[in-house]
């Protein structure tokens, strides 16, 4: 694929998000888009049980980080709906810099009431149609790690 990955500007608002009594890295990790992520780097998130492929709304597979819900399954797929804090989400904020969290996050636009939106291109219905694009990869890693609960 030649397409550019979607550059998001770092929008944090730690005032905000520090006041946030339900937030999404509380309920609902984010979701990476397969343009941030090298299959390397995706296998070694997998096997240190940091991310799972989530079957959305059972149309598209997603790469989001592990939560108490999900942390410790056998496979590196799931259908459950992911609630739950994100393994990531510490004390003080995010222990991911900007640059590296998922495109989901990224796109959060902080807003007081727990109301926040996200950036045009980085909802989990934007980034499930780019997973869609990148079956191959998915597979490759259903592969890698003998996991036969892949299914397309």
């Given at each position: 694929?030649?397409?550019?990955?979607?550059?998001?500007?770092?929008?944090?608002?730690?005032?905000?998000?520090?006041?946030?009594?339900?937030?999404?890295?509380?309920?609902?990790?984010?979701?990476?888009?397969?343009?941030?992520?090298?299959?390397?780097?995706?296998?070694?998130?997998?096997?240190?049980?940091?991310?799972?492929?989530?079957?959305?709304y059972?149309?598209?597979?997603?790469?989001?980080?592990?939560n108490?819900?999900?942390?410790?399954?056998?496979?590196?797929?799931?259908?459950?709906?992911?609630?739950?804090?994100?393994?990531?989400?510490?004390?003080?904020?995010?222990?991911?810099?900007?640059?590296?969290?998922?495109?989901?996050?990224?796109?959060?636009?902080?807003?007081?009431?727990?109301?926040?939106?996200?950036?045009?291109?980085?909802?989990?219905?934007?980034?499930?149609?780019?997973?869609?694009?990148?079956?191959?990869?998915i597979?490759?890693?259903?592969?890698?790690?003998?996991?036969?609960?892949?299914?397309?």
């Amino acid at each position: 694929m030649s397409k550019q990955p979607l550059i998001v500007q770092n929008n944090e608002d730690k005032k905000v998000c520090n006041n946030c009594t339900d937030c999404c890295c509380e309920n609902i990790p984010g979701a990476w888009s397969p343009y941030q992520l090298t299959l390397l780097e995706i296998s070694k998130l997998i096997e240190r049980k940091e991310a799972i492929f989530w079957h959305v709304y059972e149309k598209w597979y997603i790469l989001r980080p592990v939560n108490f819900a999900t942390e410790n399954y056998d496979s590196i797929f799931t259908k459950d709906y992911p609630r739950g804090k994100c393994c990531f989400l510490l004390l003080k904020g995010c222990r991911l810099s900007f640059e590296n969290r998922p495109l989901e996050c990224q796109g959060v636009i902080p807003t007081i009431g727990n109301s926040c939106k996200s950036s045009p291109g980085t909802t989990l219905e934007d980034i499930g149609k780019m997973w869609n694009l990148y079956k191959i990869r998915i597979r490759k890693l259903a592969k890698i790690f003998d996991d036969d609960h892949y299914a397309l």
